[in-house]
């Protein structure tokens, strides 16, 4: 089937850069709107930012200025790009994409990532 993958996370000071990578990899006939969602301990998965296969962008008030969402729609995968990170962007961040799979019928779905976890220290 089909399966999202991330990677990146880790332990960073504030102020400091993360990379998020999440490929998308299996049975796939094309791929929509890919981005990345978080949930930060205690509260609500939220939206950090999306991305379309045309290169359209769409960032949380909190991500703009500060984070970059990217594709590479030839390896299936999007990246987060998160500079300045402040110890309020803890939490574990989760790859999400709309997927038309290519066995038939081709039914879309939305998948999730397991999800990776980015810590930020004061």
């Known amino acids: 089937q089909v399966q999202l993958v991330e990677s990146g996370g880790g332990l960073v000071q504030a102020g400091g850069s993360l990379r998020l990578s999440c490929a998308a990899s299996?049975?796939?006939?094309?791929?929509?709107?890919m981005g990345w969602y978080r949930q930060a301990p205690g509260k609500q998965r939220e939206l950090v930012a999306t991305?379309?296969?045309?290169?359209?962008?769409n960032y949380a008030g909190f991500a703009k200025g500060r984070f970059t969402i990217s594709r590479d729609n030839a390896k299936n995968t999007v990246y987060l790009q998160m500079n300045s990170l402040k110890p309020e962007d803890t939490g574990v961040y989760y790859c999400?994409?709309?997927?038309?799979?290519?066995?038939?019928?081709?039914?879309?779905?939305?998948?999730w990532g397991q999800g990776t976890r980015v810590t930020v220290s004061s």
């Open positions: 299996g049975s796939i006939f094309s791929i929509g709107v």
């Open positions: 999400y994409a709309v997927i038309q799979g290519s066995n038939w019928p081709r039914y879309t779905n939305e998948y």
């Open positions: 991305a379309t296969s045309g290169d359209s962008t």
